[in-house]
């Protein structure tokens, strides 16, 4: 975990957000408009992701919620870019539970810390 102003030194300013976070964020959220569009607005699926599913969507955006979990958790670009590919297996694994806004941001943190843990032990 790569940011010493995320873990360390609280009174740094905080690293801006890489550019592989923008394009995750841009591609996830795509992919939720998408489907939120094909199950009426509602945000969620025939077949919903239960276990992620959350109550209502929450206010913040993927965007947000993402420059927010690099603010605070310091991950590397890389675990973005494999938390995506994870996201995108589990899209095109399980079709009929669609990634929507009332679990995308759930299953972006434990993607996020599936992808972590992969990239730290290697």
Request: glycine fraction near 10%.
């Amino acid at each position: 975990m790569g940011d010493a102003g995320a873990t360390g030194d609280l009174l740094s300013p905080p690293s801006p957000p890489p550019p592989e976070l923008g394009m995750v964020a841009r591609a996830v959220q795509r992919l939720v408009e998408r489907n939120d569009a094909l199950d009426g607005g509602e945000g969620t699926g025939a077949g919903t992701m239960a276990a992620f599913e959350g109550a209502g969507a929450p206010r913040i955006g993927v965007a947000q919620y993402l420059e927010r979990v690099h603010r605070y958790a310091g991950l590397e670009p890389e675990c973005y870019v494999v938390a995506y590919a994870y996201v995108d297996r589990a899209a095109h694994r399980r079709p009929a539970a669609a990634v929507a806004s009332r679990n995308v941001h759930r299953l972006l943190l434990a993607c996020l810390l599936v992808a972590s843990k992969v990239l730290d032990d290697l």
